[in-house]
């Protein structure tokens, strides 16, 4: 999948105002009406990222296709203010600081072996009966992570299993387009 920088910044801004309308709602001036592209109207999933000082402080996603990419940015954005078990909510003072990473999910494919996984280029999922669990392909590169630790970091932090769980597990790859507030300014 690939977004225009207009449709980009588009996205960036629906995430940030959706944010700011939670944490900030008595500031809330008339809602700006938007003409959403059709690109932006794709049902697909997506994660939204935030950071604070360079620091991950949220991210929630979702591989639902079940609504618009733009619909889901919005909620995806909310949630990984607000309700990212792992942190504390963002504080409004925080706002001003806060970069926004969207990563725009394509749909996972079952692999027949760890041989098909890229790092750098995919994303892995995982599950074993009621443990699911999934790492963004930009985690591995960032991480300086090999396949395998990849993969166990995902199984044991990710799925719950312990670190070699991924072993029985079903994996899928997935493809992200990732872009933040940083790089549309």
Known sequence: MSFSPTQKRLLIELAREKILQV????????????????ALRVKCGAFVSLYVDNKL????????????????????AHSAATSDSRFLPIKTEECGKLKIEISVLSPRLLIAGIEEIEIGKHGIYMELGSHRGTLLPQV???????????????????????????????????????????SER
């Open 140 to 182: 591995a590169v960032d991480q300086g992570w090999t396949i395998e630790e990849f993969l166990g970091n995902c199984s044991r932090y990710k799925a719950g299993l312990d670190w070699h769980g991924w072993e029985s597990a079903r994996l899928f790859t997935y493809e992200a387009t990732v872009f933040d507030s940083d």
């Open 23 to 38: 944490l900030k709602p008595k500031d809330r001036q008339g809602k700006q009406e938007r003409i959403i592209p059709e």
């Open 57 to 76: 402080r949220g991210c929630i996603g979702t591989f639902s296709e079940e609504e618009p990419l733009y619909t889901t940015i919005k909620r995806m």
